[in-house]
C-alpha cells in the first residue's frame, strides 16, 4: 500500500458509510494530484434515520479525527452529515477546534448547480429521511433563487437496497417507481431532479429510465469536485497546505474486510482499508 508521507495534509473525505465513496471518486478524477483520507464511519451508519443531535456529535468526532491525522480541509461527503451537522460545526466548534482549519459539505454546490441548470425554477430532491425533514436543499435553494419550487421525497429503500447488491433487482424497479413517481406528482413543472445523496448514483440507469426525458437527473460527484477545485482556486493559502502526493488511504470503524468487499459497489479500483475507533 503507497502511503501518505509523514507530515502530510491529507484533504480528509467523511462519510457516514460507503456512500462518500461516489464523491471521492469524482474529487480524485479532477484533483488527482492531492493525498486523500476517507473515513467511512460505517460501524454507525446509517446516519439517514438517525437525530439531529446523533448526526452531529458523531460527525463532529469524525471531523476530530480526521483533523488530528493531518487533514486540514474535510469534505463532508455525507448529505444527512452535511445537513444535519456542518453548519454548527462550521459555526461553533471550528472557531475553538482550530481557526485555520475548514469543514465544507455538498448541500451548498448541489443547490448552486441545480439552480443554475432548472429553466423552470421548479426542482425535486431525492434524499434520506434525514436530509429530507432537515429542509436543507429547500433553505439552500431559497437562498440563491428565492422563486424557485422545491419538492423533496425521502427514498428510505433505496440505501438498504444497495448495500445488499439489490441495485439490479426487481426490489429496486419496485422502490424507484414508487419514489419518483410520488415526487412527480408533486409538481408538473419540475424540470431538474437531484439525486441528493451518496448512494443514489448506483441506482441512477434505473432512475433515469422512469423520469420522463424532459427532465435532468442530477448527481452530484462531479459537482462537489469542481465545487472543491474552485474553492482551492480562490483560496490559495489552504490549496497550499493540502499535500499532493496523489495517494488515497481509507479508515472504517467497522471490520475491514466487509468495508473492502462493499467498497466494490462504488469503486473500481481495490482498496486497502484501515479500522479505527472515533
Ligand atoms: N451517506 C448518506 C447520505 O448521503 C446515506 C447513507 C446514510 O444514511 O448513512 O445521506
Not at 6 to 21: K, Q
Not at 162 to 176: C, K, L, P, R, S
Not at 243 to 254: A, D, F, I, N, P
Not at 259 to 265: E, M, Q, S, Y
Request: hydrophobic share 35%; charged share 25%; net charge negative.
Amino acid at each position: 500500500m503507497q502511503q501518505i508521507k509523514s507530515g502530510a495534509s491529507p484533504i480528509g473525505v467523511f462519510d457516514s458509510g460507503y456512500g462518500g465513496l461516489t464523491i471521492l471518486k469524482a474529487i480524485r478524477n479532477r484533483l488527482p494530484e492531492y493525498d486523500y483520507l476517507y473515513l467511512g464511519d460505517n460501524a454507525r451508519a446509517p446516519y439517514g434515520t438517525r437525530s439531529f443531535d446523533v448526526v452531529y456529535e458523531f460527525t463532529l468526532e469524525a471531523v476530530r479525527y480526521l483533523f488530528n491525522q493531518g487533514c486540514e480541509l474535510v469534505i463532508l461527503a455525507c448529505n444527512t452529515a452535511s445537513a444535519k451537522a456542518l453548519r454548527t460545526i462550521q459555526q461553533n466548534d471550528l472557531p475553538q477546534i482550530d481557526p485555520t482549519k475548514r469543514v465544507l459539505g455538498v448541500i451548498r454546490p448541489t443547490a448552486e448547480a441545480i439552480g443554475e441548470l432548472s429553466t423552470t425554477g421548479h426542482i425535486g430532491v431525492m434524499g434520506t429521511n434525514g436530509t429530507v425533514q432537515s429542509e436543507s436543499y429547500d433553505m439552500e435553494v431559497a437562498k440563491l433563487y428565492p422563486d424557485y419550487v422545491v419538492s423533496s421525497q425521502a427514498c428510505p429503500m433505496w440505501v438498504p437496497l444497495v448495500e445488499n447488491h439489490e441495485a439490479d433487482g426487481d426490489g429496486a424497479d419496485y422502490f424507484v417507481r414508487k419514489y419518483v413517481g410520488t415526487l412527480l406528482n408533486k409538481d408538473v413543472d419540475m424540470d431538474t431532479i437531484v439525486l441528493a445523496c451518496t448512494h443514489y448514483p448506483i441506482l441512477y440507469p434505473k432512475i433515469r429510465a422512469v423520469v420522463p426525458d424532459n427532465i435532468s437527473v442530477v448527481t452530484q460527484g462531479e459537482i462537489v469536485a469542481r465545487s472543491l477545485e474552485d474553492y482551492l482556486r480562490r483560496h490559495t493559502e489552504m490549496e497550499q497546505r493540502c499535500s499532493k502526493g496523489g495517494v488515497c488511504r481509507y479508515l472504517t470503524t467497522e471490520n475491514p474486510d466487509k468495508f473492502t468487499d462493499l467498497a466494490k459497489i462504488f469503486l473500481e479500483e481495490p482498496v486497502c482499508v484501515k479500522h479505527i475507533d472515533l
